[in-house]
């Protein structure tokens, strides 16, 4: 609010000049901008006055029913009656009175502030509004008439105008029209553009036309000479008449020292771009007069020599004033040296004159005549195009051939997915061969292949079968699924190989690899095992599959005082292996060393294990554990020991771990985690902007809150494959755990903070990466480039706490990876209808808090 700015910078400047010792100028606001009123309540029984003297720095008038300037003032100054429950308590009288109230102006400024009260408050919608009705004002203001006192001079001059371009209340742009008093001349200030007024003369018809329409509005009314009309001034600024237009002031040497030293580094800098554009126009010159004498001969006539050159050099020689680097072709040669056929749509050719010019002059190479062309490329893109047009022959005669049964041992093994994609695997291979000729120089536009993309490119191309390579087995022999091959004539076998010469070559009477059929054998009876092993351990461990069935430490079984503690992620591998024991390896060991910190020593406390660190342990029954011990094979026991006396309070039972809690690994656990929430660089963090009046709660998105990791950790739990149980998919919400190792004990998470690195976005909702040190202004800037909101229009929340403070880090405000972040963005409201719902999702005003012009 510009109202409140100009109060508060006022009042901070004031606060900071009464520091000085010179008296001008700790009293410079004061005379300035100070005057003095009086409210004065008169008695109406009695006369007896009642005055109280007040300072003001601005005079604040009400628009609202008036046309001009000085009915305002007028009705600031009105007299008003204190009447009925509003009776006046009258000192003389000793008694309520009825009585008048208005206010006397006493004295003005030099500079007179006047507000226009444009934002009113609207009862009907319980909002502000802004009042778009016209104002008249002059450029000269008497207000003699409106003072006590009439033997003083109180004519006084516009000086500026500030305007609010737009129709709502909470939203809109500022700009300010000033006057140079020593020139008289007019200035409009918009942001970093200052443009000066043509004249001398204040024009605001451009910032009235700017304004949106409105259907109620009242047209503008005639202005006389000297009189100005608007329906956006927000704030008038008039200087005393009388006040001298040149003021005489001796600039301290300290400061002259500092300007001159300024306007001299200020000149060099002038001087240096001087000289600069004279050499730039200088170099210009010779340019031109080289392009004036080149242009023309440019062209190769027909039947002379000619040179081929690049045209992206060529057009840089054209349009830079600068010389360019040196000639380089060598983006246009193949594998042998000489012109590509397929560059010539990047060459120009140009005379033999301009050529040997251009190579004379620039220098580069290699020089490319009429003799360049390649020959050999030419012939292979022939041979290569004549192969692509027999393609399709050729499959017309295949697909013919393959109807025909094949009777004895003459025909050959193909894979049926190689049939069914062969010509589609020639075409790409005919492409390929296309492609490595055009590419053999190893420059690809004269820019040469970033080589981690080039070695990505042929793992990938490795991991991708050839022709025919579907039904080899891994021992190179002939796979023993006759399901995934049949048997093909000798005449399409021949037509195949024209195109895959280097295809595996299996006749009819080949026999399958003899390794398979063992391990195949092998791993039947390796299924077969599995199925019995993982029935038995289901059996045997009944507890343990259903969560149902696992003793709690929130709430401790009576009917036991030893309980045995295993890894969760020892139970989700061995689950999964009963579920899918053809699928999934069995597990053989229990690795409770993930629970320990390298001195042996327990890394959660009681406590913890009830609440955030609940989800990496599983809760064992003695007499289960007991089982466990001879189905696997355990590194470390690990077990809680309730003690309670006979009769004792609850409050006072005690639990013992062994092996006990290790305090400086736990201590250094915790100030780890905190610090990798604070430490962190490149997370990837989500803004979601608050569109459509939606509330801003967590409850109105809850598809924030689940990450995709979990959504299809619970769609594989939940597959029919195998066997299913309904206890096991409510362990803990279905939510992946992390594997635990002497190496990585210290990056545990806490509870309730995301563990997944991935995120299902929803709608309105976009990624950023972020750093923890970097500051929420920083953030801004970059949400910014993503929504097109501007950082002072920027409401941004995170769980309910809105992050306000720009010079925080994100990771002091809390901003942890994969966090979401509410963006709610000031945004122009036209429709005063419908801003009931849109201020439910507006944050609450802070003004200028955390500014200095509050202070403290």
């Known amino acids: 609010d510009a109202q409140e700015f100009s109060k508060l910078f006022m009042s ?117 509004k802004k009042l778009n009705t016209y104002i008249g004002f002059s450029e000269l203001l008497d207000m003699e008439p409106f003072m006590e006192q009439k033997n003083g001079v109180y004519v006084y001059e516009l000086s500026a105008v500030l305007i609010h371009r737009g129709v709502s209340a909470y939203s809109g742009h500022y700009i300010a029209h000033v006057k140079d008093p020593q020139t008289g001349e007019w200035y409009k200030f918009n942001d970093e553009d200052i443009e000066k007024m043509e004249g001398k003369k204040l024009q605001l018809g451009i910032e009235e036309d700017l304004a949106e329409p409105s259907k109620s509005q009242t047209r503008k009314p005639k202005c006389g000479k000297g009189t100005h009309c608007s329906r956006n001034a927000y704030m008038l600024v008039y200087r005393l008449q009388t006040r001298e237009k040149s003021l005489t002031i001796e600039v301290p040497a300290f400061l002259q020292e500092l300007v001159e030293r300024d306007n001299c580094k200020f000149e060099e800098w002038c001087n240096e771009m001087a000289e600069m554009r004279k050499q730039s126009v200088a170099r210009g010159k010779i340019k031109h007069e080289e392009v004036k004498e080149l242009y023309k001969r440019l062209p190769a006539e027909a039947g002379s020599p000619y040179d081929f050159i690049s045209l992206e050099w060529l057009q840089k020689w054209l349009d830079e004033s600068t010389p360019p680097k040196p000639i380089d072709n060598t983006a246009c040669l193949c594998s042998h040296g000489k012109l590509h056929p397929d560059k010539i749509s990047i060459m120009k050719r140009i005379s033999e004159y301009v050529a040997d010019f251009f190579y004379r002059r620039y220098g580069g190479g290699p020089r490319l005549n009429v003799k360049a062309l390649c020959k050999d490329c030419v012939v292979e893109r022939c041979r290569i195009l004549r192969l692509k047009n027999q393609l399709n022959e050729d499959y017309k005669t295949v697909t013919n051939l393959l109807k025909i049964t094949v009777k004895g041992n003459d025909g050959f093994w193909v894979g049926k997915a190689s049939l069914r994609s062969w010509r589609q695997l020639a075409l790409e291979q005919l492409n390929e061969q296309d492609e ?156 409770n060393s993930a629970l320990l910190c390298p001195h042996g020593g327990l890394m959660f406390t009681y406590a913890s294990m009830t609440k955030e660190d609940s989800k990496l342990i599983a809760l064992i029954w003695p007499s289960e554990w007991e089982r466990i011990q001879k189905l696997f094979v355990v590194d470390h026991v690990i077990k809680i020991t309730r003690t309670q006396a006979a009769g004792a309070d609850p409050e006072s039972t005690l639990y013992v771990s062994e092996p006990q809690l290790c305090p400086e690994c736990r201590e250094g656990l915790l100030c780890q985690q905190q610090r990798d929430l604070r430490e962190y660089t490149q997370a990837t963090i989500y803004i979601h902007k608050v569109v459509d009046n939606k509330k801003v709660m967590k409850d109105a998105a809850p598809e924030l809150n689940v990450s995709s990791s979990e959504a299809e950790e619970e769609r594989e739990e939940n597959k029919p494959e195998g066997e299913q149980d309904p206890d096991f998919n409510q362990t803990n919400g279905g939510a992946k755990r992390q594997k635990i190792s002497h190496q990585s004990y210290i990056a545990y998470q806490k509870q309730g903070i995301r563990r997944s690195t991935r995120h299902r976005k929803v709608r309105g909702e976009k990624a950023l990466l972020v750093s923890a040190n970097q500051t929420l202004k920083e953030l801004k800037i970059q949400i910014m480039h993503a929504f097109s909101v501007a950082p002072f229009d920027q409401n941004l929340s995170i769980d309910g706490k809105i992050l306000s403070d720009d010079t925080a880090t994100l990771g002091s405000l809390g901003v942890i990876p994969e966090s979401v972040i509410l963006l709610k963005a000031d945004e122009p409201i036209a429709d005063y209808a419908a801003m009931d719902d849109v201020m439910q999702v507006c944050m609450p005003e802070e003004g200028f808090k955390g500014t200095g012009l509050l202070g403290h």
């Open 436 to 591: 490595d000729a055009e590419h053999s120089n190893g420059k690809m536009n004269g820019n040469a292949q970033n080589k981690d993309e080039s070695n990505e490119e042929k793992r990938e191309e490795e991991e991708e079968l050839n022709f025919n390579e579907d039904i080899v087995c891994p021992h190179g022999d002939l796979c023993i699924s006759e399901n995934e091959r049949r048997v093909v004539s000798k005449e399409a076998w021949e037509k195949l190989k024209q195109y895959f010469p280097k295809a595996p070559e299996f006749p009819n009477n080949k026999e399958c690899c003899s390794q398979c059929k063992i391990l195949e054998r092998e791993g039947e009876e390796n299924e077969a095992l599995h199925k019995m092993m993982a029935s038995e351990q289901k059996t045997s461990l009944q507890n343990l599959f259903h969560d149902k069935c696992r003793p709690c430490l929130g709430s401790w079984p009576q009917e036991t005082d030893e309980l045995y503690i295993v890894s969760q992620f020892f139970v989700e591998e061995w689950r999964k292996f009963v579920r899918r024991p053809t699928r999934c390896s069995p597990v053989s060991s229990v690795g």
């Open 12 to 128: 901070l400047l004031e606060d900071t000049l009464s520091k000085q010792k010179n008296p001008d100028v700790r009293n410079i606001v004061q005379k300035q901008f100070c005057g003095e009123y009086a409210y004065v309540t008169v008695c109406n029984q009695c006369g007896r006055e009642s005055k109280l003297v007040s300072k003001f720095y601005e005079l604040e008038l009400n628009i609202q029913g008036h046309k001009q300037l000085t009915d305002c003032i007028t009705e600031f100054l009105k007299e008003e009656k204190l009447e009925g429950d509003n009776r006046y308590f009258c000192e003389t009288c000793q008694s309520k009175q009825n009585a008048t109230r208005k206010i006397r102006l006493l004295s003005l400024p030099c500079t007179l502030n006047l507000q226009l009260m444009r934002f009113v408050f609207d009862r009907q919608t319980g909002h502000k």
